[in-house]
């Protein structure tokens, strides 16, 4: 099948840049799979610890080694409500696997934090690096070569992107990764932004805004707004790692458990010893991490995966880049209003049509490659169905709606919300940097004004609360890149930020660090890149100075001379302000090692960078 030829395009232009990484990449897998399953090499004894707390027929079963072995990797823990449903899972995933034929054992437990309680905290700034420790924690859990496949349990933010590059270095063996689902629709996006921007006001106290905030975030399952949580499951579907409309069906439903019981018998089926060996590094190629993208673009999804997608390509092999994002931008409609870019929640999004909908119309569009390998055998085409229980109570799969059925949620081909894609690459003497418009008013998409330098979020915030802030200006918020400080989420702003708009004044910011998965109606030129910290522009901007952000034409620039500029004295960053408390000491290697932002600010960076092919034998 054709594709449109921006698309087509991209991906040669992808996969010409990663021949040389991609080819390493899947000789090593091949190199992996040749031993698989590992199981059969190990030692009696090293056998014996592996299945030394089985029960009986487990136990008899991996005995005799040709029973396929599947892993749990999880991200469960109570604390998040996205992820607090997954306790439940491993029961349903044994019991499933064993009626095929097969065993699963937990194989290990991945941490996983919640940006919604560490924003504008310390503990942010351990977010981003959560991403790769957790790449790290999934690749112990698979270090014992006991397993002949693998299901991944996450949602959140850094959860799937971790469990991603964890999963591409095991690549050789079969995964798919299980979703539990939204949270139903609580207090409307809507009015808990607004209280919030009372509170930022001042004209409300802290019982109503932890009233709507509560009311908002209410009960197990996904937060329903369109951040990074959500953006990760649409992106595990549209690249064909979940069962085909797995993303947004509530946790603690019939067809939600139903759903996990198919994934864990599915992951058995694609074994690399059955009839349908389907290992990852097969689904997870140069086109689906294109399809991926569209994705994203097509719904305005979280600017933090232009980290994040970038890091999972590298971990395969593949380089992508920021220009990548920018060209399909041009060519991929907007389709979606969820909530930052719209009232609705993600269960709107999913009664509308949801992701069978969305797929299809990509397809019939020709911005999405057909001819990929998915976990449920070959071609995209299996994700124009939508699953549901028959009379008998269980799991199959039917054509999906073909048509929106609420047109302010999820729009048709020939009536977009917007020509083209939520994201933007921007660039000039201040760097490059990523925005994202969706949710940004076409009259506010350009900004100049004199810049307030801060360094860091609370100076902002404080210089609010003073009223210092009731004029046209540029937020220069700088040490926030990943070797600063890890890169931290400024979501913290937005409500400060929006008051300030409303009430008429151009305001924009501009940081090397993150803003969140909901960034909003405010512009915000984010992942600054070269970071302030290691002397990029932004460390020689001074207050005053004028800050031009055109989202339009692509721009980021200081109105100044690009000599006088370029001869300031860079201020310095103390790297004491995030060397302690939380944590953060820890991470101190991590801030040392990381790569840039247009890199995809991994600590892994260098590791996948250079082909290995030839050290497959030692």
Not at 270 to 281: L, V
Not at 545 to 568: C, H, M, P, Q, Y
Request: hydrophobic share 40%.
């Amino acid at each position: 099948m054709s594709v449109h030829s921006t698309v087509a395009r991209v991906t040669e232009r992808l996969q010409t840049r990663s021949e040389k990484t991609r080819s390493a990449y899947e000789a090593r897998m091949q190199h992996a799979a040749a031993n698989v399953p590992a199981r059969f090499s190990l030692s009696c004894g090293n056998l014996a610890h592996g299945f030394a707390a089985s029960g009986v027929d487990d136990k008899l079963a991996l005995k005799r080694t040709r029973r396929p072995n599947i892993a749990i990797v999880s991200a469960y823990n109570d604390m998040l409500s996205a992820h607090q449903p997954y306790e439940r899972f491993p029961a349903i995933i044994k019991e499933a696997v064993r009626t095929v034929g097969a065993v699963a054992q937990f194989a290990g437990g991945v941490p996983a934090m919640c940006d919604g309680v560490t924003q504008g905290r310390t503990g942010m700034e351990l977010s981003l690096f959560s991403r790769d420790t957790i790449a790290m924690a999934t690749g112990i859990a698979l270090s014992h070569a006991m397993f002949d496949g693998a299901l991944m349990l996450g949602i959140c933010d850094k959860i799937v992107p971790g469990l991603m590059i964890g999963s591409a270095v095991f690549g050789h063996l079969p995964i798919i990764f299980v979703p539990g689902g939204p949270m139903t629709t609580g207090l409307s996006n809507s009015e808990k932004a607004r209280v919030r921007q009372l509170f930022a006001e001042g004209k409300v106290g802290r019982d109503e805004l932890l009233e709507a905030e509560s009311a908002s975030y209410h009960g197990p399952g996904t937060c329903t707004f369109y951040g990074t949580a959500n953006s990760n499951q649409m992106l595990m579907e549209i690249m064909g790692l979940h069962l085909p409309g797995a993303s947004f069906v509530p946790p603690n439903t019939k067809l939600r458990d139903r759903l996990t019981r198919a994934a864990s018998q599915r992951v058995v089926a694609i074994d690399n010893q059955g009839s349908e060996p389907t290992p990852f590094w097969r689904v997870f190629d140069a086109r689906a991490l294109v399809n991926g993208v569209v994705g994203l673009l097509a719904t305005g999804g979280s600017t933090n995966h232009t980290l994040h997608l970038i890091a999972m390509g590298a971990a395969a092999g593949l380089r992508l880049t920021w220009d990548d994002f920018d060209e399909l931008s041009s060519c991929v409609p907007l389709l979606t209003r969820i909530y930052p870019n719209g009232q609705a929640d993600v269960n709107h999004f999913h009664a509308a049509g949801g992701m069978s909908l969305l797929i299809s119309d990509l397809l019939d569009a020709k911005l999405l490659h057909e001819d990929v390998t998915t976990v449920v055998g070959q071609g995209l085409d299996h994700y124009r169905q939508e699953p549901f229980l028959t009379d008998a109570g269980e799991v199959a799969w039917r054509d999906g709606p073909r048509a929106t059925r609420d047109m302010a949620v999820l729009a048709p081909l020939d009536k977009p919300f917007a020509p083209d894609g939520g994201l933007r690459v921007l660039h000039g003497g201040l760097g490059r940097a990523v925005i994202k418009i969706s949710a940004v008013k076409e009259e506010h998409r350009i900004v100049e004004a004199p810049a307030i330098v801060f360094d860091d979020q609370d100076q902002l915030l404080a210089a609010f609360k003073d009223g210092k802030l009731d004029r046209d200006f540029v937020a220069v918020v700088r040490f926030q890149g990943p070797k600063a400080n890890g890169m931290p989420e400024l979501h913290k702003l937005t409500p400060s930020l929006g008051v300030l708009q409303d009430k008429g004044f151009k305001v924009a910011l501009v940081t090397d660090g993150r803003m969140s998965g909901a960034s909003g109606k405010v512009p915000a030129a984010i992942h600054v890149t070269p970071e302030s910290a290691e002397g990029g522009p932004l460390a020689r901007v001074r207050d005053g100075d004028v800050i031009r952000l055109d989202a339009r034409a692509g721009v980021l620039e200081i109105k100044l001379d690009a000599a006088e500029f370029a001869a300031r004295p860079a201020a310095q960053f103390d790297p004491r302000t995030s060397a302690y408390g939380t944590g953060r000491e820890l991470f101190e290697i991590f801030r040392r090692t990381t790569g840039g932002a247009e890199r995809g600010a991994s600590v892994f960076d260098a590791a996948f960078d250079e082909p290995k092919s030839e050290l497959i034998d030692a």
